[in-house]
């Protein structure tokens, strides 16, 4: 009986030493992830002030500032006016179906104006790789009335694409419900954002441009 108790003893034992180990070498990693962390901080801020300020041929150091498009009045955009210009990512897509929209005539209720529907290559690219599942989806994606933009980008990842067209020229509003692609679209001053909750159709901060150019 002893003999065995003194067995039972040396495993418990051991399994106190294994343990010690495992948080040991834990709070190791831990440490190195931390101390990873604040120097990739250091450097992203590091790079920020190196892209904000530039120098000279003289040697005098200037801040680069973002160049302003004439249209926007502080974050008031005179060229968003009707009939309204919009482009649907594939996630408004299924949402609609899922609701059971008719996206014509929502977008037209909400804006109060004619609109022209617009998608992407890598939009139609990224619906056509979803599958069978999605058919549906795809077909009124491929509806004649909605209209194409060429992409010349590699690749179907639509949010930069999107994002880079709004840069670009700023008379469209944008149709998602996608919250990654939604935080990157509020950072762009002047853009609309046309969103489906609770099974209807909802505008994000469209300014009442009246006196805007009719395209």
Do not use: W
Request: aromatic share 10%; with cysteine.
């Amino acid at each position: 009986f002893v003999s065995i108790t003194r067995k039972t003893r040396h495993s418990n034992m051991g399994k106190f030493v294994m343990k010690t180990a495992n948080i040991k070498q834990n709070k190791k990693m831990m440490n190195i992830k931390t101390k990873l962390k604040a120097a990739n901080k250091i450097k992203k801020q590091e790079q920020k002030q190196s892209e904000h300020i530039k120098v000279d041929a003289q040697g005098q150091l200037n801040e680069s500032r973002p160049d302003h498009f004439n249209e926007l009045f502080f974050r008031h955009n005179q060229a968003l006016g009707p009939p309204y210009h919009v482009i649907m990512d594939t996630n408004f897509f299924y949402y609609a179906r899922r609701a059971k929209k008719d996206i014509f005539t929502e977008m037209t209720r909400i804006l109060l104006a004619k609109c022209y529907l617009y998608v992407t290559d890598c939009i139609v690219a990224e619906a056509e790789k979803m599958g069978r599942k999605y058919k549906s989806m795809l077909r009124s994606i491929k509806d004649p009335r909605i209209r194409r933009l060429k992409c010349q980008h590699q690749g179907i990842y639509a949010d930069d694409c999107i994002c880079r067209r709004l840069e670009q020229h700023r008379i469209f509003l944008v149709a998602t419900c996608d919250r990654d692609l939604k935080k990157r679209l509020r950072k762009i001053p002047g853009v609309p954002i046309v969103f489906i909750q609770a099974y209807r159709f909802n505008v994000e901060r469209l300014p009442e441009a009246y006196g805007a150019p009719r395209f």
